[in-house]
């Protein structure tokens, strides 16, 4: 089972590596990692997805709590979050398909951000599963590049997650 949780930490050199190493050390995959500053300098917020079962996830939570720079460590529950994830493709793109590619854009409401004459880029932030779709959708017009962030997750509703 996919778990999301989120982690405030104090924003110093190192915390990063001091969080992805108690995963390493007890062998448990990131599937997703992404980390960024919070409305305070100070604090960052990372958002980790990963699989495992309830008491694993347990176990990971207590641990983290124990590393001196994390100030708190929330997993989340499924139905309660927003996630998205933002991805660049870069598909083949020649004058008899242009308008049909722009097409599946419109229709999944991708932004085009590139255009040149042999392909072009599109732009989608959206849930896994959707961003998934996008990309079987393009396959068959030969994808060049794909990237990727991870998955960022809010609590819906009034609740807060700071401090």
């Known amino acids: 089972m996919k778990h999301t949780l989120y982690i405030l930490v104090e ?18 995959n990131i599937d997703s990692l992404a980390v960024g500053i919070t409305s305070d300098p100070k604090i960052s917020r990372i958002t980790i997805v990963a699989q495992g079962d309830e008491y694993v996830t347990e ?3 207590k641990q983290l709590n124990k590393v001196i720079p994390v100030i708190k460590v929330k997993s989340l529950d499924e139905g309660t979050f927003i996630s998205r994830e933002l991805l ?9 398909n242009r308008t049909e590619l722009m097409k599946v854009a419109e229709l ?7 255009v040149a004459v042999n392909s072009i880029t599109l732009e ?20 060049r590049e794909i990237v990727r ?3 960022v997750a809010i609590e819906k509703g009034t609740a807060l997650n700071s401090k």
């Open 124 to 143: 989608y932030a959206e849930t896994v599963e959707k961003l998934e779709t996008l990309i079987n959708l393009l396959k068959p017009y030969g994808i």
């Open 59 to 61: 176990q990971l939570e």
């Open 149 to 151: 962030t991870g998955t």
């Open 88 to 96: 660049l493709v870069k598909v083949h793109c020649n004058a008899s």
């Open 11 to 28: 924003n110093h050199a190192g915390v990063l590596s001091k969080i992805s190493g108690l995963f390493s050390r007890r062998g448990f």
């Open 108 to 114: 999944m409401n991708a932004r085009i951000v590139d």
